[in-house]
């Protein structure tokens, strides 16, 4: 249905309020199939909210638009079918704590997409196995260490197909011996062609994976370009800024 070069998601002029306080102004940006986009700003620019809109986990204004493999995201019935192809990936990694790894990488394919449970338990063992965890299929959640968790967290997300993966700090609330594991993982998904959306304060992954950076700052798209030009030659003085305290 979708001409081959639509964008696979597309949003246009995405406002968000909370009260009185404007946290997305008026928000355009378009994201290829494939493509890495990997968006950083400070606290509080509006990064977790601007993916989180898009699959309709925050309410955004009604004159914004965001469409999804040309679906329009909206509260209703459409909803269930935006969700389905839009993989997250939080901060705190959300497991199941009273199921295994592999129960908590089987259920979503199982009770949303009705797939049967020997079927949904071969794709599970394959998708730990690609993320370097297929051992651990038997374990609990909570007798594995943090990047493991992640990286489960991970692998149920891909269990529902998606069309785009969205993260949100994926690294941040990690040990630090523990980042590198998840990232490797990250920069072979991205290698694959899974299209991608990333929260991240991990800049040397952006600078390396990114095929776009975005920089965010009060609730504004400030810059947007290759890595190489967001790193190397920043146009705008708050992108230089911040570069310079993070760098
Ligand atoms: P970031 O992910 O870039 O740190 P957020 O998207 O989480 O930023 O938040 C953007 C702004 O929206 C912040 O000023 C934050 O305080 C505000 N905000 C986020 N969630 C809420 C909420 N539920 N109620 C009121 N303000 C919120
Ligand atoms: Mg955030």
């Known amino acids: 249905m979708t001409a081959t070069n639509a964008p696979l998601i597309s949003i246009r002029g995405l406002t968000k309020a909370y009260g009185t306080f404007t946290v997305l102004h008026g928000i355009d940006l378009d994201i290829a199939e494939g493509e890495v986009v990997c968006v950083i700003g400070p606290s509080g620019s509006g990064k977790s909210t601007l993916i989180r809109c898009i699959n309709h986990l925050e309410a955004f204004a009604p004159e914004s638009r965001i469409t999804v493999d040309g679906i329009t995201v909206e509260p209703g019935p459409s909803l269930a079918k935006?969700?389905?192809e839009v993989g997250m990936v939080?901060?705190?990694?959300?497991?199941?704590?009273?199921?295994?790894?592999?129960?908590?990488?089987?259920?979503?394919?199982?009770?949303?997409?009705?797939?049967?449970?020997?079927?949904?338990?071969?794709?599970?063992?394959?998708?730990?196995?690609?993320?370097?965890?297929?051992?651990?299929?038997?374990?609990?959640?909570g007798q594995l260490s943090?990047?493991?968790?992640?990286?489960?967290?991970?692998?149920?997300?891909?269990?529902?197909e998606p069309?785009?993966?969205?993260?949100?700090?994926?690294?941040?609330?990690?040990?630090?011996?523990m980042v590198g594991e998840v990232l490797d993982v990250m920069r072979k998904l991205a290698g694959s062609?899974?299209?991608?959306?990333?929260?991240?304060?991990?800049?040397?992954?952006?600078?390396?994976?990114?095929?776009?950076?975005?920089?965010?700052?009060?609730?504004?798209?400030?810059?947007?370009?290759p890595p190489e030009d967001i790193f190397d030659s920043p146009k705008h003085e708050r992108t230089r800024g911040?570069?310079?305290?993070?760098?």
């Open 193 to 225: 062609g899974v299209t991608m959306i990333v929260v991240t304060h991990e800049m040397g992954f952006a600078r390396q994976v990114a095929d776009r950076v975005i920089f965010m700052d009060g609730g504004r798209l400030v810059e947007s370009g």
């Open 82 to 84: 935006v969700r389905a």
């Open 163 to 177: 069309r785009v993966l969205l993260f949100d700090e994926p690294t941040s609330a990690l040990d630090p011996e």
């Open 90 to 141: 939080f901060q705190s990694f959300n497991l199941f704590p009273h199921m295994t790894v592999l129960k908590n990488v089987m259920l979503a394919p199982m009770r949303v997409r009705g797939t049967p449970e020997k079927e949904a338990e071969r794709k599970a063992r394959e998708l730990l196995a690609r993320v370097g965890i297929a051992e651990q299929a038997e374990k609990f959640p």
């Open 242 to 247: 911040f570069l310079r305290a993070v760098l």
């Open 146 to 160: 943090g990047g493991q968790q992640q990286r489960v967290a991970i692998a149920r997300a891909l269990a529902m």
